[in-house]
């Protein structure tokens, strides 16, 4: 019963009813920007300033006492490094607040006085153990939930991807990437920094309990000292979580853990110790790279609330074999390779299958072998009866690799992109992946013809290789939940 409080509890940093910034300045406005931008109530946004009269016909306060509201949800405190304690002191014993946002920098990242000072932080917050904080050096929260961001450019729809980050810029940048590029919408975004207060593991917990949220990304740096035990923790709540975890650690190299020092402050953990770790949990290690990340979250968050059922039961790829069509020979010689080299099967039709194939279109150029190479039928209704032969129950992934369209009412084009519905439809039908690869290049008919793909719900990525990497994650991951559905049983 504590625990399940204590999740629910963490509603109110989300949801929260008020929100107060102290000490408010023009340098922090884009927090107020970003809870416009989502509609949070203003009326319960509280400036607290020392300079500023008003900010964007909001009056400022110059004390916590001036302020109607008796218990605050959120504070986002910003105040230099030297006046932080002080600055918790006065005001938890003046109001009683829920959480706390510490914007401010240069603590445990910094130099020994900055160690000094989280330690403090920490031994305040023990003693008000209603309030709980995130940060110090953090961004702080992306709740379109809650209607609240601190950029103005997040998205204000509800989305069923969680982020959990040490980094607040690599966090805006997920948010602001994602969203641009493939349309990704997200259910709650923390930067947590250098995780005082409020751990990881904690986070993880909430989100394998919300209704909203079917992945999870984390970017980890590493664990405070302040908590060496979280690591342990960490280990048990990944072990037991019900979705998948897309895990990115930064400080993989020596010299990225000194890098990490002078960013979070963090404690480094062994290789080997996480090469255990995403062995024996749902973690899915994801490389160094933000880009990898994203992809792998837009198949994920695209792929489970198509497949689950009102058990939350998922069907996940049985093996890797696919299926490759486009309409040039060069390009499936490089397709064949690159999917090969990763590790996907792509199955040489011979013998009855090619004969199949070949009543229906008894081809004179290009190739039925997979990958199906069909030159100047794509606008065809051969096109569709051709694909959907190919695709037998051992087939869990179909790729079209294409290039640009001018979308335009011409039949060619109408043809075309009826094929591309059609065959989706049928794909997705059978619980398999239909994904389009539609290279990217400056060019004004391949903007348009991406963004009608988007906006047309295809799975659409930029290379191949792409592609292939992220259904490798999600086959990974269907693997890992079998094996745990069995081990718990």
């Given at each position: 019963?504590?625990?399940?409080?204590?999740?629910?509890?963490?509603?109110?940093?989300?949801?929260?009813?008020?929100?107060?910034?102290?000490?408010?300045?023009?340098?922090?406005?884009?927090?107020?920007?970003?809870?416009?931008?989502?509609?949070?109530?203003?009326?319960?946004?509280?400036?607290?300033?020392?300079?500023?009269?008003?900010?964007?016909?909001?009056k400022c306060y110059k004390t916590f006492d001036e302020i109607p509201a008796v218990t605050i949800d959120l504070?986002?405190?910003?105040?230099?490094?030297?006046?932080?304690?002080?600055?918790?002191?006065?005001?938890?014993?003046?109001?009683?607040?829920?959480?706390?946002?510490?914007?401010?920098?240069g603590t445990g990242e910094f130099d020994e006085l900055g160690r000094e000072i989280e330690y403090h932080i920490k031994e305040l917050l023990d003693n008000y153990k209603e309030t709980r904080a995130i940060g110090p050096n953090c961004m702080g929260l992306y709740s379109p939930r809650g209607k609240i961001a601190y950029y103005s450019s997040f998205p204000i729809e509800v989305g069923n991807i969680g982020l959990i980050f040490q980094s607040g810029d690599l966090h805006s940048k997920m948010i602001k990437f994602g969203s641009k590029r493939y349309g990704l919408r997200f259910s709650i975004g923390i930067s947590i920094g250098n995780c005082v207060d409020i751990q990881i593991s904690e986070l993880l917990e909430y989100f394998n309990h919300d209704n909203a949220t079917d992945i999870i990304c984390v970017y980890f740096e590493g664990i405070s000292p302040l908590y060496k035990k979280e690591g342990k923790i960490l280990f048990n709540v990944l072990k037991n979580m019900k979705k998948p975890v897309l895990f990115m650690r930064g400080g993989r190299t020596k010299r990225g853990q000194t890098a990490i020092l002078t960013h979070t402050g963090a404690l480094a953990t062994k290789s080997n110790i996480w090469s255990a770790l995403y062995e024996q949990t749902h973690a899915i290690e994801i490389p160094p790279s933000l880009e990898e990340l994203i992809e792998n979250a837009y198949l994920f968050s695209q792929y489970i609330p198509r497949v689950k059922d009102k058990f939350n039961n998922i069907i996940f790829p049985a093996n890797k074999r696919a299926l490759v069509i486009l309409w040039s020979g060069g390009f499936g010689i490089l397709a064949t390779d690159t999917l090969t080299e990763l590790g996907l099967e792509l199955p040489y039709f011979k013998g009855e299958t090619l004969k199949r194939l070949k009543k229906i279109h008894p081809i004179k150029i290009g190739s039925l072998s997979n990958p199906l190479d069909l030159p100047w039928i794509t606008h065809r209704?051969?096109?569709?009866?051709?694909?959907?032969?190919?695709?037998?129950?051992d087939i869990n992934l179909v790729i079209i690799e294409t290039d640009a369209w001018r979308a335009k009412d011409d039949d060619r084009f109408k043809g075309y992109y009826n094929n591309l519905l059609e065959l989706r439809a049928y794909v997705e039908s059978l619980n398999k992946i239909f994904i389009v690869v539609l290279h990217q290049y400056p060019s004004e008919s391949l903007a348009e013809f991406t963004n009608k793909l988007i906006e047309d719900k295809f799975i659409v990525y930029p290379t191949i290789e792409a592609a292939a990497k992220s259904f490798l994650k999600l086959y990974e991951y269907g693997k890992k939940a079998i094996w745990f559905n069995k081990e718990s049983n």
């Open positions: 019963m504590e625990k399940k409080n204590k999740l629910s509890a963490l509603e109110s940093l989300f949801k929260p009813k008020n929100i107060v910034i102290y000490n408010f300045n023009q340098k922090i406005s884009f927090f107020v920007e970003g809870f416009k931008r989502q509609g949070f109530d203003l009326e319960h946004l509280y400036l607290i300033s020392s300079r500023e009269d008003e900010y964007s016909d909001l504070l986002i405190l910003s105040v230099r490094r030297e006046l932080l304690i002080k600055s918790l002191e006065d005001i938890l014993s003046e109001k009683k607040v829920k959480f706390i946002h510490i914007f401010t920098a209704k051969e096109f569709v009866e051709l694909s959907k032969a190919a695709i037998d129950e």
